[in-house]
């Protein structure tokens, strides 16, 4: 029948009529079940050659068979047919209801027709926005499809399974059960599967990698008959780079699907395309008003006008499209044409009319954190401007609490960090209400969206066998590069090499459903606060707000709020600093070496007096520093000298981890009931020394920092990763002395170098961190690399989020001799009982300059 209904109508309609000759007046059972089977099949075949209502009337008379019959079996196909049939033409709730009635009858199907019975009901509850009757159909489709060997269906079951699950906004679930799809076996065109994968990406804040999925998919839909789904890619790219903040891509890929869809007549598609369109132009009109400078004094007011005017027409067509929605009864749609049309409206300056449109959203789920979070951003903003900010506030507090919990059930820090993006532009406007209303505000909003992520430590996940061969693989292809010398080949082991990371990528994503991530007890600001002043330390924390540097501050215990510098020429400075001190720690500079020096002394006085100096403190400090920030050596910044700093995440999470540990579970049985959390202990400290080969001095320092602690004190030489990742898995002290690499393409694949090769950052996962105090004696592991949301990964930030307590690790090169010293240093400070950040300072103040290049970060250890 496929590609012949007019010859297959033909024949059931002849095979019909002999049924009947046959059967007389007196037909027997086996003559009506064949004429009910046949009416059934026929229904489909005038279906498709003469509408829905010649094939009803088939199905009713199929119906007055089974009647008189009184057969199940026969029931089950005939609502399976009926619900075949109404589901072609939309009719979605008479479909539903004669899918149920076929389960209800599964035993009147084979294995195999049950299998397709369920890939049906889950195929629909899809389009009935009922996920989890879809994911619990698509589990059974796939149970069965596995055990008849039936790939193909195993296949679309299993993926099927991973989109229901990201339409119940379990992220790590939903990338797990797409990636054991793609490990089955299946001849079938996987161009639907890879866009649904990228939405997922997406929808997770991996929205590079999403790009790069996208980008791959259109690459593959070669030859003619793509359109729909060439369209559908081109939409899911015009979402990313609207992210990403690319907008010309945007718009381009926008354009491309609304043209695609007009064409086909897809009149929904084209217009959730038109909506994204709409979105690029809002964000462009945004960009403009909040760059002064790029337009002219004279123009300004012409520039508001048009905007303005632009804002009006984009909040029309938004509101036509409420109304095409509600035509073809998609309130998904429309609820999503009410939001655009609500922030045109706001850019318009008509908030009364913004919030018209928001009171008139159903509020239908769509299972989506990033939609639920944009449309929280719209209703705060309405809300600010009919001047209702205490709501507004109220909505950003419960935004930032459904981001945490967003994170929550993901064991992969990859996934935990990305998913911020979606909560950039609320954190934003809570930044902007809160400055108004003084530094407690401040401090509260900072803290409300930086600890999102930082408060979820992993607790590991099971060994993956898969995942440990992909990363042994990568490890040999790095250990051959290293040797090569051949351009050519060098090109093609660094690209396979970039093929193997992305597959570990794929499976961490995969596996982060299998671990769990702890909830750390919570630490609220006014306790933070409180710990601040029993450590006898001041905080300044530094945000970007309105293109300047502002800082909040708390000293002496009291909070204050400051405006510091513009934040363009902090980030100019702080670049300028950190390469300098790279060029510094070369020793080959020669009689450059003056002027290299005088350049850094420049620019750090410069951001001393900007940044610290406004803030009258000699107390040692936790600093916090904004994206321009980042990574910077503060210790060579004038007023820094010899001075106990740490770089911390957030004033909470220092607190906490300078708390320590939950004392009943770590302290020693003899320990003073009574004794102050500040107050040393003398226990046994367990230290642990790996080092690296290729480093002159490495096993002299580790020998040094041997003898400094004593009997406690191990050294692991040669140097092997197992132990290495042991000993940061269990409390106490950990040294590092060994090559380092950070990636800023992938700072999962940051790595510490041993001697049975690296040891990257994502293998910390499966065992976790509960390290007290890490110190890395390599170069550059301090760096991180921000991502969208304002979330940055690196080896020592993946440390600390996985559970260490502090970490000491360096920004930028640093020569072996200037490390040994200071780090040796470091130890015999911290074994007379000194802090570390207080023993980090004094080390690097008796050392070389470029020993500033170690930080302290995040919170204080106290041995």
Not at 528 to 533: G, P, S
Not at 629 to 653: C, Q, V, Y
Request: with cysteine; net charge negative.
């Amino acid at each position: 029948m496929a590609g012949r209904p007019a010859e297959a109508a033909r024949q059931l309609a002849a095979a019909l009529d002999q049924i009947d000759r046959a059967g007389g007046a007196r037909p027997t059972v086996a003559a009506l079940e064949l004429r009910c089977k046949t009416l059934i099949t026929l229904a489909l075949t005038e279906f498709m050659l003469e509408g829905l209502e010649p094939a009803r009337l088939r199905l009713a008379e199929a119906e007055e068979v089974v009647d008189a019959l009184g057969d199940d079996a026969l029931r089950a196909r005939l609502d399976y047919q009926r619900a075949n049939l109404h589901g072609r033409v939309g009719d979605l709730a008479s479909a539903w209801a004669g899918l149920e009635g076929a389960v209800r009858r599964l035993d009147a199907f084979t294995e195999q027709e049950q299998c397709s019975v369920h890939l049906s009901r889950g195929m629909l509850a899809f389009e009935l926005l009922r996920p989890q009757e879809a994911l619990d159909s698509f589990s059974e489709a796939a149970r069965l499809a596995r055990d008849l060997g039936a790939r193909e269906q195993e296949f679309m079951a299993r993926h099927n399974e991973g989109y229901a699950a990201y339409l119940l906004g379990d992220v790590p679930r939903s990338l797990a059960d797409m990636a054991d799809a793609e490990e089955v076996e299946a001849d079938v065109w996987k161009g639907p599967a890879r866009l649904d994968r990228a939405r997922v990406l997406l929808e997770a804040g991996l929205v590079k990698e999403a790009v790069e999925a996208l980008d791959a998919g259109l690459a593959s839909l070669t030859g003619e008959g793509h359109d729909q789904i060439r369209a559908e890619f081109d939409l899911e790219l015009a979402r990313a780079n609207r992210l990403l903040g690319r907008l010309d891509l945007a718009a381009a890929a926008a354009a491309a699907a609304r043209q695609a869809y007009a064409r086909l007549g897809a009149t929904a598609w084209e217009a959730k395309a038109v909506l994204v369109g709409l979105l690029v132009d809002l964000d462009r009109e945004r960009r403009a008003s909040r760059d002064p400078e790029a337009v002219a004094p004279s123009a300004l007011t012409a520039a508001s006008t048009a905007a303005s005017t632009a804002a009006s027409t984009a909040a029309a067509t938004a509101d036509a499209l409420v109304d095409t929605a509600t035509e073809l009864g998609d309130p998904e749609l429309a609820d999503a044409a009410r939001v655009v049309a609500a922030q045109a409206l706001l850019l318009a300056g008509d908030a009364a009319a913004a919030n018209t449109r928001l009171l008139s959203l159903e509020r239908v789920s769509t299972g989506s954190l990033s939609d639920e979070l944009d449309a929280a951003a719209v209703t705060a903003m309405t809300l600010v401007a009919t001047g209702e900010a205490a709501p507004a506030r109220r909505i950003l507090a419960r935004a930032s609490r459904r981001l945490a919990a967003g994170q929550e059930g993901s064991a992969s820090l990859d996934l935990r960090t990305a998913r911020a993006v979606h909560g950039a532009r609320l954190a934003e406007l809570d930044l902007e209400l809160a400055v108004p209303r003084g530094s407690a505000a401040v401090l509260e909003a900072l803290e409300r969206w930086r600890s999102a992520t930082d408060r979820l430590p992993s607790l590991g996940r099971p060994d993956d066998e898969r995942l440990a061969r992909l990363t042994e693989a990568l490890r040999a292809v790095r250990a051959q590069a290293r040797g090569e010398a051949d351009p050519a080949q060098l090109r093609e082991l660094d690209e396979h090499a970039a093929r193997l990371e992305r597959q570990i990528r794929d499976r961490d994503w995969a596996l982060s459903r299998s671990g769990a991530a702890s909830r750390a007890v919570p630490v609220r600001v006014r306790e933070a606060r409180d710990q601040l002043l029993r450590l006898d330390r001041d905080l300044v924390w530094f945000f970007r707000h309105r293109g300047r540097i502002g800082a909040v501050g708390v000293v002496g215990g009291r909070a204050h709020l400051r405006d510091l510098m513009p934040a363009d020429r902090a980030a100019e400075l702080a670049h300028r600093v950190r390469a300098d001190l790279r060029a510094a720690a070369t020793h080959h500079l020669g009689p450059l070496a003056g002027a290299v020096w005088s350049s850094l002394r420049s620019s750090a006085t410069e951001l001393d007096d900007s940044l610290l100096r406004p803030w009258r403190t000699d107390r040692g400090l936790v600093l916090v520093a904004s994206p321009e920030l980042t990574a910077l050596p503060w210790a060579l910044l004038p007023s820094m000298g010899g001075r106990p700093f740490t770089s911390a995440l957030s004033l909470t999470s220092f607190a906490r981890r300078a708390a320590g540990r939950d004392v009943a579970a770590d302290a020693p049985a003899d320990a003073p009931a009574d004794a102050p959390a500040d107050v040393p202990v003398d226990v046994p400290v367990d230290v642990h020394v790996s080092v690296g080969p290729s480093v002159p001095r490495a096993a002299a320092e580790g020998r040094a920092i041997v003898r400094t602690w004593g009997a406690t004190a191990r050294l692991a030489e040669p140097s092997r990763r197992g132990e290495l990742v042991a000993a940061l898995a269990r409390p106490g002290i950990v040294h590092v002395a060994a090559h380092g690499t950070h990636q800023p393409e992938s700072p999962l694949f940051s790595s510490l170098q041993l001697h049975d090769g690296p040891v990257f950052a994502h293998e910390l996962q499966p065992t976790g961190v509960r390290a007290d105090h890490v110190v890395l004696s390599a170069c550059d592991v301090g760096l991180a690399s921000a991502r969208p949301g304002h979330e940055s990964l690196g080896l020592a930030l993946s440390l600390l989020s996985l559970g260490a307590r502090s970490v000491v690790a360096a920004v930028a090169p640093v020569p072996d001799d200037v490390a040994a010293a200071a780090m040796t240093r470091h130890h015999a400070l911290l074994a007379t009982g000194v802090p570390s950040d207080e023993a980090l300072a004094r080390a690097v103040a008796e050392t070389e300059g470029v020993a500033a290049a170690f930080l302290g970060l995040g919170g204080q250890h106290r041995p």
